[in-house]
């Protein structure tokens, strides 16, 4: 997963090294988060931040003999990357993840479940747990398949775009499935908004790269500082 902060600056997950890492203006690399409680992280997928500095990421991976937790989790980093906090630990394969247009919700889908979850943000950057709901399912419980859900991104109307099975997934504020953009690849890993008005949006699958046009742009991330 890659995203860009407020400061225009790219952040970066980097399951094969553990970590999630942030590109400074002069090419240099500062490490986001690697542990938790001291230990080492999972294999960090995707990332978003948050109007205040705030990241958030998912931490898919276990149970896995070669990784120290035992659970998946999806965290929150402050702004000055002093606390990592673990937000939800009960999710089996945490992997997209995306904000509301106002950020008061955070949608997190799952793998392995096949479903997005919703969470209630509140003032501190936490989850309320008491508002977890199951936002819409894409698919059917079952082992690991090429069509889970992945990639999740929102347009400024509220509309949640999620890569799930059979394309691309479009989904009103209240999680009711407007249709599903179809392409030729069985699984799509990835997508995000871009271009100049933001209406283009991207998409990958295991080995192409793809775009279609919208007629809603997406939420703007900044620009490169």
Same mark, same amino acid.
């Given at each position: 997963?890659?995203?860009?902060?407020?400061?225009? *600056?790219?952040? #970066?997950?980097?399951?094969?090294?553990?970590?999630?890492?942030?590109?400074?203006?002069?090419?240099?690399?500062?490490?986001?988060?690697?542990?938790?409680? @001291?230990?080492?992280?999972?294999?960090?997928?995707?990332?978003?931040?948050?109007?205040?500095?705030?990241? /958030? $990421?998912?931490?898919?991976?276990?149970?896995?003999?070669?990784?120290?937790?035992?659970?998946?989790?999806?965290?929150?980093?402050?702004?000055?990357?002093?606390?990592? +906090?673990?937000?939800?630990?009960? #999710?089996? $394969?945490?992997?997209?993840?995306? $904000?509301?247009?106002?950020?008061?919700?955070? /949608?997190?889908?799952?793998? *392995?479940? @096949? =479903?997005? *979850?919703?969470?209630?943000?509140?003032?501190?950057? +936490?989850?309320?747990?008491?508002?977890?709901?199951?936002?819409?399912? #894409?698919?059917?419980?079952?082992?690991?398949?090429?069509?889970?859900?992945?990639?999740?991104?929102?347009?400024?109307?509220?509309?949640? /775009?999620?890569?799930?099975?059979?394309?691309?997934?479009?989904?009103?504020?209240?999680?009711? =499935?407007?249709?599903?953009?179809? =392409?030729?690849?069985?699984?799509? +890993?990835?997508?995000?908004?871009?271009?100049?008005?933001?209406? +283009?949006?991207? $998409?990958?699958?295991?080995?192409?790269?793809? *775009?279609?046009?919208?007629?809603?742009?997406?939420?703007?991330?900044?620009?490169?500082?």
């Amino acid at each position: 997963g890659l995203t860009r902060d407020p400061q225009g *600056r790219l952040l #970066l997950c980097e399951g094969g090294a553990n970590r999630v890492t942030r590109v400074e203006p002069d090419g240099s690399i500062t490490v986001v988060a690697n542990s938790y409680q @001291g230990q080492r992280l999972n294999r960090p997928n995707d990332v978003v931040a948050k109007s205040d500095g705030s990241i /958030y $990421f998912t931490d898919p991976g276990a149970p896995d003999p070669d990784l120290t937790l035992d659970f998946s989790g999806v965290y929150r980093v402050s702004p000055d990357l002093g606390t990592v +906090t673990l937000l939800v630990r009960d #999710l089996v $394969f945490p992997n997209g993840l995306a $904000f509301s247009p106002d950020e008061s919700i955070l /949608y997190i889908d799952d793998y *392995r479940k @096949g =479903h997005i *979850r919703a969470f209630d943000v509140q003032p501190n950057g +936490t989850l309320s747990l008491a508002s977890d709901r199951v936002f819409c399912k #894409l698919k059917e419980p079952r082992p690991i398949t090429p069509d889970g859900p992945d990639g999740m991104k929102v347009d400024v109307e509220g509309n949640v /775009y999620c890569g799930g099975s059979g394309g691309l997934w479009v989904l009103d504020s209240s999680g009711n =499935h407007l249709g599903t953009i179809v =392409h030729d690849a069985p699984a799509t +890993t990835n997508l995000a908004f871009g271009g100049g008005d933001w209406k +283009t949006l991207f $998409f990958t699958t295991r080995n192409t790269l793809g *775009r279609v046009r919208t007629n809603i742009p997406g939420v703007p991330v900044p620009a490169q500082a």
